[in-house]
């Protein structure tokens, strides 16, 4: 008996809520961090987003404009962010991710890349194959989907 679509969407949503086991690598790189969640999640977005403003880090992590200073000035405090004055706006400081806050971000993806990679030596070449095939069309269709929000 074949898998209806429904079926099949609802195994692969289990499936991807069941991939906590491949989250299971090297907690001692996140652990031994001297960063909040709220912190570790400002250097992501500082640093996703090139450069960015106050506001708009309060937005994104949904807090109040003192909530993010007191989180940038941690942050700064540890060499992790830079801020300066914005050329446009000297009222508006820009933030950006500095060296060493660039330098633990790729350190935390490349733990998780390792670890990826080691999961999938396992797989013959088949299995990879078909995993590569899925990601892909996974990839177009939240592609499609974001275009269609942008319009």
């Known amino acids: 008996m074949t898998a209806s679509r429904a079926e099949l969407t609802e195994e692969i949503i289990r499936l991807q809520q069941m991939s906590h086991a491949m989250g299971q690598y090297a907690p001692e790189a996140w652990m031994g961090l001297n960063l909040t969640i709220g912190q570790l999640k400002s250097l992501f977005f500082i640093d996703s987003e090139d450069s960015t403003n106050f506001?708009?880090?309060?937005?994104?992590?949904?807090?109040?404009?003192?909530?993010v200073t007191r989180i940038v000035d941690r942050l700064v405090k540890q060499g992790l962010v830079s801020r300066r004055e914005n050329p446009e706006d000297r009222r508006m400081q820009l933030l950006q991710a500095t060296k060493k806050g660039k330098s633990l971000l790729a350190k935390l993806r490349e733990n998780k890349t390792t670890h990826?990679?080691?999961?999938?030596t396992r797989l013959s070449t088949e299995e990879l194959a078909n995993i590569a095939q899925g990601l892909g069309s996974l990839v177009r269709a939240a592609e499609l989907q974001r275009g269609e929000k942008l319009r």
Do not use: N, S
Request: glycine letters at 6%.
């Open 55 to 67: 506001r708009k880090l309060a937005t994104a992590l949904g807090v109040t404009p003192p909530d």
């Open 116 to 120: 990826l990679y080691r999961m999938l």
